[in-house]
């Protein structure tokens, strides 16, 4: 059974899984499907579209656009504002979504932003407050503006 709370809005058509929990003032748009025992923190959005698979924890704030793809035991800080829109503006009839795509066991730290586009690979971990980019490489670590995968001493 899910849990939803009170001030979180939730779309209709969002298929939670088994033991999933929306915390308070989260925003689920229509479509989004998770998978079992994840978490949706506090003031978190989740574009339309979206799907997570199975152990997902987000963290509070959180901004995930349409249609981005959140594979198994992902964790994603909180205040992580994902992005999908390489060219913004207003009415733009040139639109063209570019979601970020986590794969499983992926972990992005406190305050970073994914471009447009960007792949996070199985098992990569983004480091707090770090702006990726580009792909994260399977089983890598980045951090950093622009992230870069950097050695134990500092050097890329």
């Known amino acids: 059974m899910s849990t939803i709370h009170p001030t979180a809005q939730v779309h209709e058509s969002v298929k939670l899984g088994d033991g999933t929990s929306v915390w308070a003032c989260a925003n689920v748009m229509a479509e989004v499907v998770t998978g079992k025992n994840c978490s949706i923190g506090f003031g978190v959005e ?3 579209g979206t799907v997570m698979g199975d152990n997902v924890r987000i963290g509070y704030g959180t901004f995930i656009p349409s249609r981005t793809n959140i594979g198994n ?50 098992g990569a971990l983004v480091g707090a407050g770090s702006v990726v980019t580009k792909d994260v490489l399977p089983g890598t670590t980045v951090y950093g503006n622009p992230a870069r995968t950097r050695s134990e001493h500092g050097h890329e």
Do not use: C
């Open 46 to 48: 989740v574009g339309r």
């Open 73 to 122: 035991r992902v964790f994603i800080g909180p205040n992580v504002t994902m992005t999908d829109d390489k060219f913004p503006r207003v009415d733009n009839p040139d639109y063209h979504a570019q979601p970020p795509t986590l794969e499983d066991e992926a972990v992005v730290g406190a305050g970073s932003i994914l471009l447009p586009g960007v792949r996070v690979g199985w």
